[in-house]
């Protein structure tokens, strides 16, 4: 049975940095697919990135990018210059038929290094 | 574009009471409809799947059952919910005919059995 472990329950990563999310995966399957979907508190499951089996080339998506060693059946997602948005909890999954198998998922924690300032705001005092 | 709406959103029911959620997919054919559970802060359980209207696969057995009476839309169902049906339902879809495509997730339902 195909089966998908993510054995970093929670990862952290400072505003701006890189971090990079673990998976491996065992199959008896020569073509398949991998992906990282990402669910934010809202809680809806949103596709990050995709990779073929057959296909060399690491998948790269913007900030996103997959390191796929096939061989050691290894599938870490790295996430480039993270945003405070980036938090949320990430599956690893795998198919390789009709079936989605999950990871159980990594929680990734941001925080914040950057100061963000509004607009300002004039307060002007009447006699 | 496709985009795919369950409903509905929250639901808190007592146990023994009946069960319906609904999941329907917009701008596509004959897409395979996989209905998932997800325990607080665990990955995703595959419940049921289905290639065609009236083809449903069950994954694990329990006391739920799916059908599938229209081309784009999913039923979750359970005739007496227990404590343990508790949990996050999502609904997903893929193309038709590749078993290796993209599935893409509706909102979810959050469903609190007392």
């Known amino acids: 049975a195909q089966t998908v472990t993510q054995s970093q329950p929670e990862m952290s990563v400072q505003e701006a940095e890189t971090v990079t999310l673990s998976c491996t995966y065992d199959?008896?399957?020569?073509?398949?697919?991998l992906f990282w979907y990402k669910q934010p508190p809202s809680r809806q499951m949103i596709l990050v990135i995709r990779q073929e089996a057959y296909k060399q080339q690491n998948a790269t998506e913007n900030r996103f990018s997959v390191n796929f060693q096939k061989a050691a059946k290894s599938f870490s997602l790295k996430i480039s210059d993270s945003q405070l948005g980036d938090a949320a909890m990430y599956f690893c999954a795998y198919t390789g038929g009709s079936r989605l198998t999950f990871g159980e998922g990594t929680q990734l924690i941001g925080f914040g290094n950057v100061l963000h300032c509004g607009s300002g705001t004039q307060v002007i005092v009447l006699p | 574009s496709q985009t795919i709406h369950q409903w509905p959103a929250t639901l808190v029911q007592p146990v023994g009471s009946p069960l319906s959620l609904e999941c329907t997919v917009e701008?596509?054919?004959?897409?395979?409809l996989y209905w998932y559970r997800q325990a607080a802060g665990r990955g995703l359980q595959l419940l049921f799947y289905s290639v065609g209207i009236g083809q449903i696969s069950s994954e694990v057995p329990q006391n739920l059952s799916a059908s599938r009476p229209q081309d784009r839309q999913f039923i979750l169902s359970s005739k007496k919910l227990l404590l343990s049906d508790s949990g996050f339902y999502l609904c997903?879809?893929?193309?038709?005919?590749?078993?290796?495509?993209?599935?893409?997730f509706g909102p979810g339902t959050r469903l609190t059995v007392l």
């Open positions: 997903a879809w893929s193309v038709s005919g590749r078993a290796t495509d993209t599935q893409y």
């Open positions: 199959t008896s399957e020569s073509d398949y697919y």
């Open positions: 701008g596509t054919s004959n897409p395979n």
